[in-house]
């Protein structure tokens, strides 16, 4: 069925049902024009039945004032002159047994007897009789009759015929009036229905347009609350309808875009799939682990963008039911390998039917690089301290098998546990000190204030000025002006105390050690630099790790634990700052320390 607009949908059934209305009025005022004038036919030839005794009577009253006495033939005879005073075509007078008494001029009404006639029978049970009948003539007649008392003993039926051809044509003229005013009045219910229409629809199509600038997204938009009550009401429920819709939408909005950010930010690399192994989600950290640029990988399968046989044997099990799988997995990354820990576990719909698999990455990459660093941490920390034990352990055990009572050895051997004790005591204090760096910094920020670089390298020279001494070597502060930093004081000097020993240890006799303190752009800038041997530049990326020495016999020979650069690193970390280093062999080596300008 083709749809129609509400507009011709309500103006052709309101149309359909004034045409229907029209037409039922038609007929009924066409019937009931009939009966009426049937009826009113009737009334008059009833009246027109009185009118014969009436007349007769004042004929009667004429003779009786001749005194002369009438009897029933007279009677009959003077109802029978009267006749022909009745302005209708057919008049007759029957009597008792049907037999035409006399008749109207000009009828031509023939027969033996007329008893039968409805209107005949009646008339003898004294009632008015009406028929409706084709006459002799083949013509459509209404007949009435009444019952006439001549005397006690004498009574005959006077009967008119009227023919019904005048009927039509009244009833033309009634049924052309009728039209014109059933017409007229669907021309105005027509007119009244398309205004109707207009007026119900009208609401309707802003409500419509209202509704399709909803579903396009408009803001503010609301449908106008007009028309009857009810058309009222409905918009109004509506626009609170669509109030809560929005509320609601800008609730799950908001909820998206959590669960977006959320997914977007997180560490792990999230990747969702259907059955076939198609994408339909991935994060960033997803994408970045798989080296996709951006969200390509989207309605591509799995094999396709992630060449890797244990991956896809991994979902392949997810797929298959297995509740938890993991794996760990190597990804290549041009000059760079990746450590990836990989979780899956399948989607199901609400039927428990498998719908997909969910895959979670986690980049451990670091951690494997931190267990690694802590092995190395262990070994280095194990045979660093290995060596000053065991040489305590021997110059005890000669000790005791004898050594202790020849006096020179004995101080020899005991010298020997000494030098070793402060040795172990000293990298246990560097350990510690370290250890205190990394893992709890916020102490440390709760004394940070502004700190004069000048006085912190003088103390720093102080400390150690009678090492420099025992090498003949000068110390030389070079400072234009005063500088300050946002530092804790005896952590920026221990740092600089570590410096400039080292640069001691490391320096020929009669050399000197220049401490510069100046300004390069947005930094403050601590530099130490010697003339010693310097270092080659092979060393200088790993020189700032733990325990790492460039000439591990020489360090040890001059007391050193390995670890005073990697303290000095992560002093210049808590001050948001960083240190760099210059050699060249045979020429020195030069340290600075770079920090924010406060």
């Given at each position: 069925?083709?749809?129609?607009?509400?507009?011709?949908?309500?103006?052709?059934?309101?149309?359909?049902?004034?045409?229907?209305?029209?037409?039922?009025?038609?007929?009924?005022?066409?019937?009931?024009?009939?009966?009426?004038?049937?009826?009113?036919?009737?009334?008059?030839?009833?009246?027109?039945?009185?009118?014969?005794?009436?007349?007769?009577?004042?004929?009667?009253?004429?003779?009786?004032?001749?005194?002369?006495?009438?009897?029933?033939?007279?009677?009959?005879?003077?109802?029978?002159?009267?006749?022909?005073?009745?302005?209708?075509?057919?008049?007759?007078?029957?009597?008792?047994?049907?037999?035409?008494?006399?008749?109207?001029?000009?009828?031509?009404?023939?027969?033996?007897?007329?008893?039968?006639?409805?209107?005949?029978?009646?008339?003898?049970?004294?009632?008015?009789?009406?028929?409706?009948?084709?006459?002799?003539?083949?013509?459509?007649?209404?007949?009435?009759?009444?019952?006439?008392?001549?005397?006690?003993?004498?009574?005959?039926?006077?009967?008119?015929?009227?023919?019904?051809?005048?009927?039509?044509?009244?009833?033309?003229?009634?049924?052309?009036?009728?039209?014109?005013?059933?017409?007229?009045?669907?021309?105005?219910?027509?007119?009244?229905?398309?205004?109707?229409?207009?007026?119900?629809?009208?609401?309707?199509?802003?409500?419509?347009?209202?509704?399709?600038?909803?579903?396009?997204?408009?803001?503010?938009?609301?449908?106008?609350?007009?028309?009857?009550?009810?058309?009222?009401?409905?918009?109004?429920?509506?626009?609170e309808m669509t109030d809560n819709l929005r509320q609601r939408m800008y609730i799950i909005q908001n909820q998206q875009s959590e669960l977006d950010a959320v997914?977007?930010?997180?560490?792990?690399?999230?990747?969702?799939?259907?059955?076939?192994?198609?994408?339909?989600?991935?994060?960033?950290?997803?994408?970045?682990?798989?080296?996709?640029?951006?969200?390509?990988?989207?309605?591509?399968?799995?094999?396709?963008?992630?060449?890797?046989?244990?991956?896809?044997?991994?979902?392949?099990?997810?797929?298959?039911?297995?509740?938890?799988?993991?794996?760990?997995?190597?990804?290549?990354?041009?000059?760079?390998?990746?450590?990836?820990?990989?979780?899956?576990?399948?989607?199901?719909?609400?039927?428990?039917?498998?719908?997909?698999?969910?895959?979670?990455?986690?980049?451990?990459?670091?951690?494997?690089?931190?267990?690694?660093?802590?092995?190395?941490?262990?070994?280095?920390?194990?045979?660093?301290?290995?060596?000053?034990?065991?040489?305590?352990?021997?110059?005890?055990?000669?000790?005791?098998?004898?050594?202790?009572?020849?006096?020179?050895?004995?101080?020899?051997?005991?010298?020997?546990?000494?030098?070793?004790?402060?040795?172990?005591?000293?990298?246990?204090?560097?350990?510690?000190?370290?250890?205190?760096?990394?893992?709890?910094?916020?102490?440390?920020?709760?004394?940070?204030?502004?700190?004069?670089?000048?006085?912190?390298?003088?103390?720093?020279?102080?400390?150690?000025?009678?090492?420099?001494?025992?090498?003949?070597?000068?110390?030389?502060?070079?400072?234009?002006?005063?500088?300050?930093?946002?530092?804790?004081?005896?952590?920026?000097?221990?740092?600089?105390?570590?410096?400039?020993?080292?640069?001691?240890?490391?320096?020929?006799?009669?050399?000197?050690?220049?401490?510069?303190?100046?300004?390069?752009?947005?930094?403050?800038?601590?530099?130490?630099?010697?003339?010693?041997?310097?270092?080659?530049?092979?060393?200088?990326?790993?020189?700032?790790?733990?325990?790492?020495?460039?000439?591990?016999?020489?360090?040890?020979?001059?007391?050193?634990?390995?670890?005073?650069?990697?303290?000095?690193?992560?002093?210049?970390?808590?001050?948001?700052?960083?240190?760099?280093?210059?050699?060249?062999?045979?020429?020195?080596?030069?340290?600075?320390?770079?920090?924010?300008?406060?």
């Open positions: 069925m083709k749809n129609r607009s509400l507009f011709w949908l309500l103006f052709l059934s309101y149309a359909a049902l004034s045409v229907l209305v029209g037409g039922l009025l038609i007929l009924f005022g066409m019937l009931t024009a009939r009966q009426a004038l049937y009826e009113a036919r009737q009334a008059e030839l009833e009246n027109a039945t009185y009118m014969l005794p009436i007349l007769s009577l004042n004929t009667s009253f004429q003779a009786t004032q001749k005194s002369i006495l009438l009897s029933d033939t007279q009677k009959i005879s003077v109802l029978c002159k009267n006749l022909d005073f009745l302005e209708y075509p057919d008049v007759f007078l029957y009597g008792l047994e049907g037999k035409i008494l006399c008749q109207k001029k000009g009828s031509t009404k023939r027969g033996e007897n007329f008893s039968y006639l409805t209107e005949v029978l009646a008339a003898k049970e004294n009632k008015i009789g009406f028929s409706r009948r084709k006459n002799s003539r083949n013509q459509y007649i209404i007949a009435s009759s009444r019952l006439l008392f001549l005397s006690p003993g004498r009574q005959v039926i006077l009967s008119i015929e009227a023919p019904l051809q005048t009927l039509p044509t009244i009833f033309g003229h009634i049924q052309g009036g009728l039209l014109i005013i059933v017409g007229g009045g669907g021309l105005l219910l027509l007119l009244g229905s398309l205004y109707l229409a207009h007026e119900l629809s009208r609401p309707l199509v802003k409500m419509q347009e209202g509704a399709r600038s909803i579903v396009r997204g408009q803001e503010r938009v609301r449908l106008p609350e007009e028309g009857s009550q009810e058309m009222q009401n409905l918009a109004r429920t509506l626009n997914f977007a930010s997180m560490q792990e690399g999230v990747i969702a799939m259907d059955l076939d192994m198609q994408l339909k989600a991935i994060n960033r950290s997803a994408a970045r682990l798989l080296d996709l640029p951006g969200r390509d990988g989207l309605g591509r399968k799995l094999p396709e963008v992630a060449r890797n046989t244990k991956l896809i044997e991994t979902a392949n099990r997810v797929l298959r039911g297995q509740v938890l799988v993991e794996a760990d997995l190597i990804l290549a990354r041009g000059q760079k390998t990746l450590m990836v820990q990989v979780k899956g576990s399948p989607l199901r719909n609400q039927k428990g039917e498998i719908m997909g698999a969910v895959l979670v990455f986690s980049d451990v990459t670091r951690l494997h690089d931190l267990e690694n660093v802590r092995r190395e941490f262990v070994g280095n920390v194990s045979h660093e301290l290995k060596t000053p034990i065991a040489s305590i352990t021997g110059a005890a055990e000669t000790l005791l098998d004898g050594a202790l009572d020849k006096r020179e050895d004995a101080e020899k051997f005991i010298r020997m546990i000494q030098r070793n004790g402060e040795r172990l005591s000293q990298i246990v204090q560097d350990l510690l000190s370290l250890s205190r760096l990394e893992q709890d910094p916020r102490h440390i920020m709760d004394h940070i204030s502004l700190v004069a670089l000048g006085e912190v390298a003088q103390k720093a020279m102080g400390v150690c000025q009678s090492l420099a001494e025992t090498k003949n070597i000068t110390l030389q502060l070079q400072q234009v002006e005063e500088f300050k930093i946002q530092a804790m004081a005896s952590l920026l000097e221990q740092a600089l105390v570590n410096l400039v020993d080292n640069a001691i240890k490391y320096s020929d006799e009669n050399t000197s050690i220049f401490i510069h303190i100046f300004k390069n752009k947005q930094e403050i800038c601590l530099e130490v630099a010697d003339q010693g041997q310097g270092i080659h530049a092979s060393h200088l990326p790993r020189l700032f790790e733990r325990f790492y020495r460039v000439d591990k016999a020489r360090s040890r020979k001059v007391g050193g634990t390995g670890l005073g650069l990697a303290i000095v690193k992560h002093i210049c970390q808590i001050f948001h700052g960083y240190v760099t280093v210059k050699s060249e062999e045979g020429k020195g080596s030069c340290f600075t320390l770079h920090f924010p300008e406060p």
